[in-house]
């Protein structure tokens, strides 16, 4: 009767999702600042051997392949968006195309000409990026319970968060219905792959399950309450609300500080630690006048926050490559080289492996 404990005790036996969504984002975040191969695909097997050791049975569990399916497809849409727009160029020339000069607006871009192997390196290092990030939003949806997240969110923005949740839950739902329709596909004999057979018979059945799905969770969803107005006076109301978004537009301005190139280190750090603490201090203010109670918390523990802290080794041995190798982070595509692996970054992503082992197995029939 193992796997009829879907209940508080058998949940805390993998990590809590708050820290695999910090885990995954901490290795994005690594991802995000190298154009080193050899660190992106070391980020994707991480992500993938740490999936398949502590993911569940769920039916969001299946994300993480589907993530690494879109992944692919972002490198090839780069490289043909490079063959067709151009870009970098380079004296190895693969082949020409016939070639368009765009007007003066559009200056800088080009229809066809020659196609150079440094340029596709290069579109081949840009979509290499842009896929590891996907992955690793994909192992996040693989890895966490969007009902335990949903529990953990702060009363202030469990209504926001009841929207968040359902959308991050969208990819995995449309994974499960693809393939329950294939199975029943197969089960009555309908092997046909022409466009018209798989639109009546895959992509209508899966718009339609994941209409019922939609309805039946907005209807479960307003049967126990959810975006109710409670007892609050207006003035109270519009204080929190004030407070909720004075913090969020700090937080964004600290973002949009740290990533500009002209503002100093010290200044944006400092706008950045100003901004979440204005955010905290609304969340919690806000969320002591909404009237919301939990059953049974769900408590962050030691083993969360060591899950989380192998996500920050990761962005920290980027950190340190950033000191002492920047330029094996960024390695040039002209003349063609075979990059050099950044040893403190490949050493902090190594460490992110360790939810593997922090975290039981959850692919024994247990949830």
């Given amino acids: 009767m193992s796997g009829a404990r879907s209940g508080p005790s058998a949940s805390r036996r993998t990590a809590h999702p708050v820290a695999w969504w910090g885990w995954a984002l901490l290795l994005a975040t690594a991802a995000g600042r190298t154009g080193n191969p050899w660190l992106l695909l070391l980020i994707v097997a991480v992500a993938g051997l740490v999936v398949t050791w502590c993911r569940g049975s769920e039916p969001w569990s299946g994300a993480y392949r589907v993530f690494l399916v879109i992944g692919l497809s972002a490198i090839a849409v780069r490289i043909a968006f490079y063959v067709v727009f151009g870009g970098s160029d380079g004296p190895t020339v693969l082949f020409t195309l016939p070639s368009a000069t765009l007007p003066a607006w559009a200056a800088g871009f080009r229809l066809g000409g020659d196609v150079t192997a440094e340029g596709a390196l290069a579109a081949a290092y840009d979509g290499l990026r842009l896929a590891t990030l996907l992955v690793c939003v994909g192992a996040a949806n693989a890895l966490a319970s969007p009902r335990r997240l949903l529990r ?15 959308a991050l839950s969208v990819a995995p739902q449309l994974v499960e219905s693809v393939g329950r329709v294939r199975r029943a596909r197969a089960l009555r004999g309908n092997t046909g792959r022409s466009p018209a057979n798989l639109m009546r018979t895959i992509v209508s059945p899966v718009l339609h399950d994941a209409l019922d799905r ?5 209807a479960a969803m307003a049967s126990r309450g959810y ?4 007892g609050i006076p207006a003035s109270a ?15 964004c301005a600290g973002a949009y500080v740290l990533l500009g190139a002209g503002t100093p280190a010290p200044l944006a750090w400092s706008v950045v630690a100003v901004s979440a603490g204005v955010a905290a201090f609304g969340i919690a203010f806000a969320s002591k006048r909404v009237p919301h109670t939990r059953y049974r918390p769900d408590r962050f523990g030691a083993r969360d926050w060591l899950v989380v802290a192998s996500g920050a080794a990761a962005v920290a041995g980027s950190v340190l490559s950033g000191l002492y190798e920047p330029a094996a982070l960024w390695p040039a595509t ?3 080289t075979v990059p050099d692996l950044p040893m403190w970054a490949a050493g902090g992503i190594l460490l992110a492996t360790a ?4 975290v039981p197995s959850q692919r024994g029939g247990t949830p």
């Fill in 152 to 166: 953990s969110v702060p009363a202030a923005l469990y209504e926001v968060s009841v929207a968040v949740v359902v």
């Fill in 214 to 218: 939609s309805l039946a969770l907005a």
């Fill in 227 to 230: 975006g109710r107005a409670a």
């Fill in 237 to 251: 109301r519009r204080t929190t609300g004030a407070s909720l978004l004075i913090g969020l537009i700090g937080l």
């Fill in 334 to 336: 002209n003349p063609i």
């Fill in 355 to 358: 939810p593997a082992l922090l």
